[in-house]
């Protein structure tokens, strides 16, 4: 960071010294956030676009505030050709000034004025031209059945690749965007289309009204051949006069199978503005599916973009689909609150827009869809974030920004689910009525523009009438990384039953972490009273405490996490443990979720051998709601892939899973039933998969082989006869033809997937192909990942398959190592941050940790963000590598 040195000091100085150059605030190259001397004011963007081109041009003009006296400002610009620049100061001079690019790996530039200039209002017009990026980053190309489309992702750092700015969340202005592109084509933006003029023979421009303040990452236009498909207005209510003009935007001839998800935004929006008591402010609201995209989905207001499979929806759409597009759908909506009414003001605070954006998420879905159970996907969530967690190299949720990989990396599970959870505990410490009423306050007092995590957690404290010490606890989740682990003891003292608790960090066997650590948990404990079951709550905010647990029968059974509403793992000792497994019943689908984690996490840190472990697991198979039922699979999936070392070992894991799920997924069979529960549907789908492909068992490897055979059969016209098979299995149904019937399948495969653009069904194939086991195959399948017919955003799909067997995890990384250029040149550089992951992960020996270390610590300066993957990759495999040491596979 860069002193700020005052206008007047750096005038005096220049004069008295006669220095032949102008002095500026900050004559050096910011790296992270620009200098807040010049800071941007409003935005006009004009584009001439044409899809079918290689790049693009753009005219724009910033207004911006000069607070101090200088000579040049600092601004962002990637892959940028600037022709032109003109100044205009505010008196109304022009003269010409020079766009420099300074750091192009960091996309900083800057433009000189050719003197010094005093503080003013200054505006700058920019002419330039650039390429259609082709990484799915800023304004890129991208084809369908094809066809050139054009289209914007700008979070978190890439309008810097679509039009010169200061692009940072920390600068909120409005923008004025102006599309010029052929006549034929369609284009949308952020708002509603204002006027339609021509533009010379082929072209027409389209202006759009002015949008609300946003930072440059929410800024979003597409232009080509789009369908649009009109939905249902969404209604006015208490917190909005007008109704909101809803559209479905996809690929031509796509949009037709919007019609469901039109259907169901409403609702979401509805919900929405009941809790938050503000209505949707963006005018318009544009739902569009996206040919080819490098996340799930992107909040810009009024032209909310998706993965194509999200939004495009037939009757027989994978039950999981369905489920997802209101799921993300929901997301992407409540950030239109929390993320774009209000932003952050700086990348360390990213969970107030994406932890807020999960939560909120979750309690829309429990009000519309209360069938989709998301309090237990909360749960789910929040202990996948627990295994990154449980590392020393994890993330805090508000991780310092040190430079660019950091923001990418931030978009993990910390964030995400952490943040969700630890949002959720709090909510429920303070009661759901209050923590509303916070939340209220808090849109209200920075709608339109910028917040920190301390506004945040203040309004919540405000509300709940709550001090230093509820503060100092919300903190202690933020600003530290980890996982509480909390012990507990039953003893009977003075006459009374007493809970012994004691809090330290979860480290699993094997980590080399400190587990000294103290948090402020709102920690509650459910247990067996005299009548009925009773919960008790306390702020465990040091090391050891206690807690009576009245009114408790004299052999009371507690489950330390009462609703699951905690993010910690608890502990019981031997007795206890057994007393709760007797009582697995008496337990809520939640709480049923954080037994089985903490099972597992025990089992991980060396509590537990393998035999205890799916012991103590073994009640929740019989549980009727599938997301538990299936929940001990994830360490059955361990113990069988690491432990179990001989047949024999891997028999008895697999008749263990024969016993538990296949008479349930015998009575829920292998096709559709109609009128069936959505539950029974995903919970086939799931069984059905991990049964064939993760622990083999023949009876269902051979039924599902029955589907794939159907599915590749050709049909009259040559091609694929894919709806042979239940839409819900043909994923893994072409995964177990794939691995059975070998190059005629893969080859199919390859085939039909370069002539199909139906991404449900192009998601199916590629899932079959990539769980090809055998090593000249898998390397084909490899190389087609390489190939235009496979989608940027679809790569990974493909290669993240190779994890199961330390054979495939070799042929992989061979394969990997010999084509990283091209790999890195596809994934360019934010994504390619995640290569570590992509290829070191499953790993599980002192060799795979040290090949990945050696392999990729001299190429970090090449992909950023790949420091912080490649420490949590390395480690998980020494983890895994001393939790395998230690067990002893004959007590399987």
Known sequence: MHRLIPAVALTALATCCAVAFAATPNDQAPHGRLPGWAVPQSYQLSFRVNPAQTEFTGTTTIKVNLKAAADHVWLDGSDLNVSKVVITEADGATHDGKYVVVAPQEGVSRIDFGSTLKPQALTFTIDYSAPFNQQLQGLYKVSHAGVPYAMTQMEPISARFAFPSFDEPGFKTPYDITLTIPSDLVGVANTQQISETAAGAGWKTLKFAQTRPLPTYLVAFAVGPWDIAKGPDITPDDYRSEAIPLRGIAATGEAHRMQHVLSETPSIIHTLENYYGFGYPFGKLDLLAAPDFSAGAMENPGLVTFRDWLLLLNPDSPEQYVRGSFNVTAHELAHQWTGDTVTLAWWDDLWLNEAFATWMQQKVTMKVHPEYRADLDRISGAERAMQNDSLTSARKIRQPITGNGDIETAFDGITYQKGAAVIGMFEGYVGEDIFQKGMRAYIQAHKFGNAKADDLVGAIATAAHQGASFNHAFNSFLDQSGVPYVQTRIEQKDGKIQLQLSQSRYLPLGSSGDANRVWGIPFCVRYAGQAGTKVSCTLLDKQTDSMTLADAAPSAWVMPNADARGYYRFSLDKAGWANLTQHVSALSNGEQLAYADSIDAGFRKGEWNAGEAMTALKPLTGVNTAEVAVAPLATLQWIYRYEAVTDAQRAKVVDWVKVAYLPRLQQLGYQRKPGEPSADVLLRTQLASALALDFKVPDVRAALLAQGDAALAKKADGRLNLAAANPDLLGA??????????????????????????????????????????????DQVRDFALSKDVKVGEMAMILRGGQETTHTRDGLWQWFTAHYPQVLARTGSFASGVLPVLVGSGGCSTAEANRLQAYFEPRLKDIAGADRGLAQTREQTLLCTALKAKQDPAKI
């Open 733 to 778: 149904a072409l995964a177990v033809a794939a691995q059975e019937r070998g190059k005629p399948a893969v080859d199919a495969l390859i085939a039909e997937l370069s002539q199909t653009t139906s991404p449900d069904l192009r998601n199916a194939m590629l899932m079959g192909l990539s769980r090809v086991a055998q090593p000249a195959l898998a």
